[in-house]
């Protein structure tokens, strides 16, 4: 379900929210579980926007995400690779969610080297995952060429 919100655009996936604000920012906020359909579902809508308003940061909340299937793991790796995607950073999981997340797209990296290109990041608070993106921009922006990390 998508609403206009005074922000930007926001969709609904099952429990889980994708909001775009201006300029370029998709926040998501992951609540509960999370499958391999809904996740496909929040990369299909953010390769929607990308398409629909070029380069596009993601700043996902996970501080209250549940259980990532491992096919929902597997359907984020195709998430580096979205044309127009200029990063992600994830913000709010306790330790072993980071640990999972890096070890994840460590793993698509290695199997898959194509499959995740663009700059990730993992930081604590929401603050801290803005400043990155508003950093990164600036970069970019300028031309200076990010490598992929996590």
């Known amino acids: 379900m998508t609403s206009p919100t005074k922000s930007g ?3 609904h996936i099952g429990e889980h929210s994708l909001t775009l604000e201006a300029p ?3 926040v998501s906020r992951a609540v509960g579980d999370m499958s391999a359909a809904e996740m496909t ?3 299909e809508e953010v390769m929607v926007w990308c398409r629909m308003h070029g380069r596009l940061f993601w700043a996902a909340d996970i501080s ?3 259980v990532i ?3 929902a793991r597997k359907a984020s ?3 580096g690779n ?3 995607f200029g990063g992600c ?3 709010g999981g306790s330790f072993h969610q980071r640990l999972v997340t890096t070890l994840t797209v460590t793993a698509a990296r290695l199997l898959l080297p194509r499959s995740i290109t663009a700059p990730m990041a993992y930081v604590v608070t929401e603050a801290e995952a803005r400043a990155w993106v508003s950093h990164l921009r600036s970069r970019l922006d300028v031309g200076v060429p990010q490598q992929a990390s996590l």
């Open 24 to 26: 370029d920012l998709i």
């Open 69 to 71: 299937t491992p096919d």
């Open 9 to 11: 655009k926001m969709v």
């Open 64 to 66: 209250r995400i549940g």
């Open 89 to 91: 950073v994830i913000f």
């Open 77 to 79: 790796a195709s998430l």
């Open 41 to 43: 579902r929040m990369i």
């Open 82 to 84: 979205i044309p127009g």
